[in-house]
Structure formats: C-alpha cells, structure tokens
C-alpha cells in the first residue's frame, strides 16, 4: 500500500484564491478591505517565519496588514493590554493575532482574554472554544479547521464511528482538534505527555493526528493498516548536516502503511495559514452586517 497524499499546499491555493477573488468583487463596489492586525513580541525564529508567511498571504489575498513587532522587554503586559484594547475599537481593524509563545513577562492567558471576540480570528478566546464545545462554532482555532477542511476535501466519505487518537493536548491544537472531531461523529482518543502505551493506543487508530512536537516519533509499526495520518508536528532536524523539517511521523516507512497522509511541510502549515485568512474575511463580514 501506497498513501494518497493530503495535499495542504495545493487546497489552500484554492482557498485563498477564492478569498482573493471575494475581496476584489468587494473593493469593486467601493468597500473596505478587510484588516488584519499582528502582534509578534520577542524574537523566535520560528515566529518571525509564521508571522512573515501570514502577512505575506495577507497582501496577497489583499486584506489590510497592520503590524505590530517588539522585543521580548520592549512591551510591558499592560501596554500590550492597551494596545489590544485600541485595536478592539478600530472599525478599520477586523481581525486580531496574537503570535505565539509571547515571553514569560506577558500572561498568554490575560492577552487573549483581552482579544474581542468578534475579532479573535485565531479562536483561542475562551468564548470561541466553548462555543466549539456546544457544537455552535463561531470562530474556530485554525489549525484543527484546516484539518477537517482537508478531511473534506480529499475523502468523500462518512467519518463518523470512527476512533480519532490525538497526541498532543495543547490549547492551540490538541484540544480544540478533538472538539472538531466529536462534533464530525468520531470516537476521540487524546494522548499527551502522561500517557502510557501511546503505540498501543495508536495501533486502534482509523485516523491518527499528530501534534506532540517529536520528530520522526511516530513509527510505521504504530500505524493500523489503512489508517488515515495526519502529521501537524513541525520540526527542525539534522540530517547529513542539513537542516530539515520533518513531521511527527517517519513519513516514507508510516506511507506505505496508511491510506492517507499528510506531508511536512505542505500538509496541514498552509492550511492554517488560509484558514486565517478565511476566519478574517468572516469576521469582517460578521462586523459590517
């Protein structure tokens, strides 16, 4: 067996071409653009690479990009609080993104409490996560979105019955993934750092989604025969002296076991990345109605 391959890349194409094409028909008739707002405290690399590919696919479906970048100490938690507040009141300001981690002088939890919900485009706001948990999405975390939206889009299929197992927990992902799931009808799983027998746990997976931070953690043998994989790990590896990323799962060896997965990169990255960019069209037009 070979896996057909989740292609996020090439979905998230589609999508964003569509928003390109909505915000053009919008400007034609003389109305604002939607705008995004990014906050980006300190200096990860990786966040500064996120935040780049996010503004980047801002101009590109031609939003409005409103930039907000500080070092790690030149921000106080209040004056981020200030500032969130600012932008709460922007008519011109539709959506808000707080990238993450911030620095352990700044609560994450107070900063996103503070995001109007109406605006909080990354559904983090404790309010868009329990309307997740009441099956009434609102706006919805858009890692775990850009997942089931590939789901959709390449199984034609009936999903509901079957056992989902996560790895991984987070707030960010873990989470909200298993709220998506449920509400879809699966029989969800979640495994996180405490857990015990993960392989074992993963081996009754008809659908397996990854998202511990581990390269390469999740072995061919693990995988059930014809099992569905989605890899949303991202990690930097040393191979051969190269850099490179790779997923949670050993790509090649997991491949010729699943009947589905998806690759690192070009799976689930860029379909977060357009799902963003849809939850701030949404939200703009939530805001103008």
């Given amino acids: 067996m070979q896996a057909k391959i989740l292609d996020g890349r090439s979905l998230s194409r589609e999508i964003i071409l569509e928003i390109k094409n909505k915000v053009l028909e919008r400007k034609k008739l003389g ?81 996103i409490d503070a995001i109007d919900i109406k605006k909080d485009v990354d559904g983090f706001h404790p309010y868009n996560l329990g309307l997740l948990a009441q099956r009434r999405p609102g706006l919805r975390p858009c890692t775990p979105k850009g997942v089931i939206k ?56 008809d659908v397996l989604i990854s998202a511990m931070g581990q390269p390469e953690m999740v072995k061919a043998a693990w995988i059930k025969p014809g099992a569905i994989v989605i890899d949303i790990g991202i990690n930097r590896l040393i191979k051969n002296n190269q850099e490179k990323l790779v997923g949670d799962v050993d790509f090649q060896a997991v491949s010729e076991v699943a009947s589905w997965i998806s690759p690192v990169p070009g799976g689930v990255g860029p379909m977060t990345i357009a799902m963003l960019l849809e939850n701030t069209f949404d939200a703009y037009l939530n805001l103008n109605i």
């Fill in 150 to 205: 590939l789901l959709d889009s390449y199984l034609n299929k009936d999903l509901s019955g079957l056992h989902a197992v996560i790895l991984g927990a987070s707030n960010i992902v873990g989470r909200p993934m298993g709220l998506e799931l449920l509400m879809r009808g699966l029989t969800v799983t979640t495994c996180h750092r405490l857990s015990h027998n993960i392989p074992e746990i993963v081996k009754t997976a």
């Fill in 31 to 111: 109305l604002a653009a939607p705008g995004l707002a990014v906050i980006q405290v300190g200096s990860d690399p990786a966040s500064k690479i996120y935040v780049k590919n996010k503004r980047q696919a801002c101009l590109e479906v031609g939003f409005e990009s409103f930039n907000y970048d500080f070092e790690n100490h030149l921000i106080s938690e209040q004056e981020l609080l200030n500032l969130i507040a600012d932008l709460n009141h922007n008519k011109n300001i539709h959506g808000i993104l707080i990238q993450l981690p911030l620095p352990s002088h700044i609560n994450t939890s107070k900063i």
